[in-house]
Structure formats: C-alpha cells, structure tokens
C-alpha cells in the first residue's frame, strides 16, 4: 500500500470515529481505534486517545493495558513529562496499583522533580506500612534519604522502622 493510501485509510479511521463520538457512540468510537492502533501501533497519540476512550467507558483493565504502552513509550524516548502524565491518568483510574507510584517516583527523580519524587516515595512508604510491608517501606525510605540526605524527618523514619 503506498504513502497516500495509508494516510487516507488513517484519516477515514480517525474520521469515522469522531463521528461516533460525536453521537454519542462510545464503543462504535472504541472499535475505530482499535482498528487504528492495530494499522499504526507505532503512533502512540492514537494509543493514548484508546486508552481514555476505554477509560470512559469504564473499561478498566484494558485502558491501563494501552496506557502502560504510552506511558512506556515515552519514557523510553526521554519524555519524561509526557510519561508523567500518563502515569497519573493510570493512577487516577486505579489508585491501588503501587507500580504506578514507583514509576511516578521514579520519572520524576529522571526529570528533576525531587518535590514530586519525594510526594510519591511517600505514599508509597504509606501504603507499604498500613499493609506491614515493612522492609519495602525501609526500602522507599531509603530512596527519599538519597534524594534528600538532610532530611531528619526521613532519618527518623528509617530509624522507627
């Protein structure tokens, strides 16, 4: 299939599920994307826009599915922000997932954000200790005191654990 074509068939897929969308036609939305995912997995825009389409429809599992995708896609290619972001969105539709808070941590440590990475460290150190997982708390603990070594707060939690 040549150039053209391709970005024709792209075009009619992001075209057809617009006016789905603006019907009001949720999945008949989900199914257009889909289609565009499978034909282009490369473009992660699309991915994304599945991914929040999936999320509407209250589809869990399979929103994080495409999220993890994007959000990995960026970080690899140094968009840490862009990743950032996407970790929230998968965060904010399932909180309890301690993998996003590590990532989140992490990601922000890469961009610069010790503010943000300290925050995230923090629940996560939260959420270790309210489910007696001691040693990983030490271990998240552990993370902030390298991230800020002056910390006497810090300090002392190590110590209390």
């Known amino acids: 299939m040549n150039r053209g074509l391709f970005l024709a068939s792209k075009e009619k897929l992001i075209a057809a599920a617009q006016k789905f969308l603006a019907k009001g036609q949720l999945p008949k939305a989900i199914g257009e994307y889909q289609k565009l995912v499978q034909a282009f997995p490369k473009d992660v825009r699309n991915r994304q826009k599945l991914a929040e389409l999936l ?32 970790y929230k969105q998968m965060q904010k539709i399932d909180p309890s997932r301690v993998e996003f808070y590590t990532k989140l941590a992490e990601l922000n440590e890469k961009q610069g954000l010790i503010g943000n990475a ?44």
């Open 55 to 86: 999320s509407r429809d209250k589809r869990t599992e399979e929103s994080i599915t495409e999220y993890s995708v994007v959000a990995k896609n960026y970080a690899e290619t140094g968009f840490y922000l862009k990743a950032i972001a996407v």
């Open 118 to 161: 300290l925050s995230e460290y923090r629940s996560l150190v939260t959420y270790y200790e309210q489910n007696n997982r001691i040693e990983d708390a030490v271990a998240g603990l552990e993370k902030m005191l390298q991230l800020d070594p002056g910390n006497l707060h810090i300090r002392a939690k190590v110590a209390e654990c």
